[in-house]
Nanobody, 128 residues
């Protein structure tokens, strides 16, 4: 069974940076398309970035394009989300999720209810 654990959240000032980690156990994470979601209070959970299996193509929401970078470290069985130039509107709980369709391209528009594997989430707060 695939298990995911996020870390790296925290409080940062506007313009600052954070790197989130999504560490996997139980399975080889590189086989799974991975999506980072976020959910702010009172808002729907939204996909912000995804990476295809086998370190394939990536995709980003327009709101984070040019500021966030998703990547894999297969030796550590981990996916990262590097977040730069953070804004107050980036404040949310961030989750990583794995798609059940192994060896496939990620689809950022897929609704979060279709993902079977989730981490517990990590809080990101951008505030001065």
């Amino acid at each position: 069974q695939l298990q995911l654990v996020e870390s790296g959240g925290g409080l940062v000032q506007p313009g600052g940076s954070l790197r989130l980690s999504c560490a996997a156990s139980g399975r080889i994470l590189d086989y799974y398309p991975i999506t980072w979601f976020r959910q702010a209070p009172g808002k729907e959970r939204e996909g912000v970035s995804c990476i295809s299996s086998r370190d394939g193509p990536t995709d980003y929401a327009d709101s984070v394009k040019g500021r966030f970078t998703i990547s894999r470290d297969n030796a550590k069985n981990t996916v990262y989300l590097q977040m730069n130039s953070l804004k107050p509107e980036d404040t949310a709980v961030y989750y990583c999720a794995a798609d059940a369709h192994l060896f496939s391209r990620c689809v950022l528009s897929k609704t979060y209810t279709t993902y079977p594997y989730w981490g517990q989430g990590t809080q990101v707060t951008v505030s001065s």
